[in-house]
C-alpha cells in the first residue's frame, strides 16, 4: 500500500507539473499575441477615429467613420495613389532584378568551382556587416555625381533608388540562394551532362523548378524590404510625384503628426493591403520555402 501511495503522489506531481507547464505556455503565447494585435488594432482605430488627433486617441473612438480616408484619397497636394504606385513599382523592379541576378549568381558559386570563389563569397559576406546607414553620405555623394553625367540615374529619379536597393540585397540574398542549392544533389547535374545537357539547359529546365520554393521566399522579403524602406528614398528623392509612400505619408503628416495622426493611421493601413494580398495568396509557399528541403519542395 504505501509501494503504491508513492506512485500515485508521484503521478499526482507530475500532473501537477505539466499542468502548470501548459499554463505558464499558454499565459506567455497570450502576452505575446496582445503584444503584436495591440498595435495594429490601436492603428484600426485611429484610422476611424473622427478626431484625427493623437491627444485624443483611445482605443474605441466615440462615433467612428471615414472621414481620415476621404481626406487621404481626395487631398490634391498629397497623391496617394501616385505614392502607392511609386512603392508597389519600385519594389517589384528591384525583387524580380534582385531575385534574377541573385539566383544566376548562386548557381555559379554553388555549381562551379573558379579561382576567388571562395574570397568572392567573403568579400560579400563582410559587405553586408557594414550598417547600410554609414554608407548614406557616400551614396549621396556617388548618386549626386552619377547624376550630372547620367541624369536618368542621378537624384530624384526612381532608376536610382532601385539600384541602391539592388546592391544592398544582394550579398545576402546569394548566401540564401547558396546554400539552399547546395542542398540539391550534383547527381542530377551529371546525370543530365551524361544526356547532352548544357549548363544552362540544367540550371533553366533542372534546377530552377526546385527552387520555387525559396525563390518566393527571397522575393517576398526582398519586396517587403523595398516596399517599407525610408531613409534612402527620403534622402534621394525630392520631387513629391517621386516619393515613395513612407516618404508621402511622413511629409504629409510632417510637423502637423499630432492632428494628422488618423490620416497618417488610414494611409499606413491602405499601404499594407499589398503585402497583405500577396501573403494571401502565396502563404503556402511561402511556409514551403522556409522549411521544406529543395529537392521535396
Do not use: C
Not at 520631387?239 to 494611409?267: H, P, S
Not at 499606413?268 to 521535396?296: E, H, N, R, S
Amino acid at each position: 500500500m504505501s509501494n503504491m501511495s508513492t506512485v500515485e503522489k508521484l503521478r499526482s506531481s507530475a500532473s501537477l507539473r505539466k499542468k502548470i507547464s501548459i499554463g505558464v505556455r499558454l499565459f506567455i503565447a497570450l502576452l505575446l499575441i496582445i503584444f503584436s494585435i495591440f498595435p495594429i488594432l490601436w492603428v484600426v482605430s485611429a484610422s476611424i477615429n473622427p478626431t484625427g488627433s493623437l491627444a485624443t486617441q483611445r482605443l474605441i473612438p466615440r462615433n467612428p467613420g471615414f472621414g481620415n480616408y476621404r481626406e487621404l484619397l481626395t487631398s490634391g497636394a498629397f497623391p496617394f495613389w501616385t505614392w502607392l504606385g511609386n512603392s508597389v513599382k519600385i519594389a517589384s523592379i528591384t525583387s524580380i532584378l534582385s531575385l534574377s541576378i541573385t539566383t544566376i549568381a548562386a548557381y555559379a558559386f554553388s555549381r562551379f568551382r573558379f579561382k576567388g570563389r571562395k574570397t568572392m563569397l567573403k568579400g560579400i559576406f563582410l559587405i553586408q556587416v557594414f550598417p547600410t546607414l554609414l554608407a548614406i553620405v557616400a551614396t549621396f555623394l556617388m548618386i549626386s555625381q552619377i547624376g550630372d553625367v547620367f541624369p536618368w540615374v542621378g537624384l530624384n529619379t526612381h532608376t536610382s533608388l532601385i539600384l541602391i536597393y539592388l546592391g544592398g540585397a544582394m550579398g545576402t540574398n546569394i548566401w540564401l540562394m547558396k546554400g539552399y542549392l547546395d542542398t540539391v544533389p550534383r547527381d542530377i547535374d551529371e546525370s543530365a551532362m551524361v544526356e547532352g545537357a548544357t549548363n544552362w539547359q540544367i540550371f533553366v529546365r533542372l534546377i530552377l523548378p526546385l527552387l520555387r520554393p525559396i525563390l518566393i521566399v527571397i522575393a517576398i522579403i526582398n519586396y517587403i524590404g523595398t516596399y517599407g524602406e525610408f531613409v534612402l528614398a527620403r534622402i534621394l528623392l525630392k520631387g513629391n510625384e517621386k516619393y515613395t509612400l513612407m516618404v508621402g505619408l511622413q511629409i504629409f503628416a510632417g510637423a502637423q503628426f499630432d492632428q494628422r495622426w488618423g490620416v497618417f493611421a488610414a494611409g499606413a493601413l491602405l499601404g499594407g493591403l499589398p503585402i497583405m494580398i500577396i501573403y494571401l495568396i502565396l502563404q503556402d509557399q511561402i511556409v514551403g520555402g522556409l522549411t521544406t528541403g529543395a529537392v521535396k519542395g
